[in-house]
């Protein structure tokens, strides 16, 4: 469906793609971790801080400008990117998988191939340094079992990655 996607702008699976991802779960009636917990959330922010800061310093330093993202980018960046491919990945495969650390690299691998079609269709070749990233959100649904710390940081990295282009 990606692929399909990517290859013929097909603006309607904008749509499908996500409620897809959120769905499979409750088809399966497998019980995503999504709680809001003060602690978890807390972890979720302390990670993205602590990951992307760095990241964001050094990018400055060599001359690129952060440019924030529209409301609506942002907004769909949480609702449709994030939160389903988190409920999707972390809390419905990972979960599958035994929550361990092979899941974790299991699940990051399927995650960064699902970002193929970026660089096949648009040569964009840090669609396949998502597999970094996709650790780190593994990691925390790992630690957590609950899908809010991983949301955070994947909301929290394309909104860096989409404001530093």
């Known amino acids: 469906m990606v692929f399909v996607y990517h290859a013929f702008s097909l ?5 499908l793609i996500p409620l897809f991802l959120v769905t499979v779960p ?3 009636r497998v019980k995503v971790g999504l709680m809001l917990k003060g ?3 807390l972890t979720g922010v302390i ?3 602590a990951v992307l800061l760095p990241f964001c310093f050094s990018v400055l330093l060599v001359g690129k400008k952060f440019i924030m993202p529209s409301g609506g980018t942002v907004l ?8 389903p491919e988190e ?9 599958r998988m035994g929550n361990t650390p092979k899941a974790v ?5 399927l995650f960064a191939f699902t970002h193929l079609p970026q ?5 964009d070749l840090s669609s396949v340094l998502t597999f970094f990233p996709s650790l780190v959100m593994g990691f925390l649904y790992m630690k957590t079992t609950n899908v809010i710390p991983s949301i955070i940081f994947h909301f929290g990295a394309n909104i860096v990655f989409l404001s530093l282009l």
């Open 11 to 15: 603006s309607f699976l904008e749509v």
């Open 26 to 28: 409750f088809l399966f």
């Open 39 to 41: 602690r978890d959330i």
């Open 47 to 49: 990670v993205t801080a």
């Open 76 to 83: 769909s960046q949480l609702a449709g990117v994030a939160l």
């Open 87 to 95: 409920v999707y990945f972390r809390g419905f495969l990972q979960e």
């Open 105 to 109: 690299v299991a699940v990051s691998a």
């Open 119 to 123: 660089l096949i269709f648009y040569s």
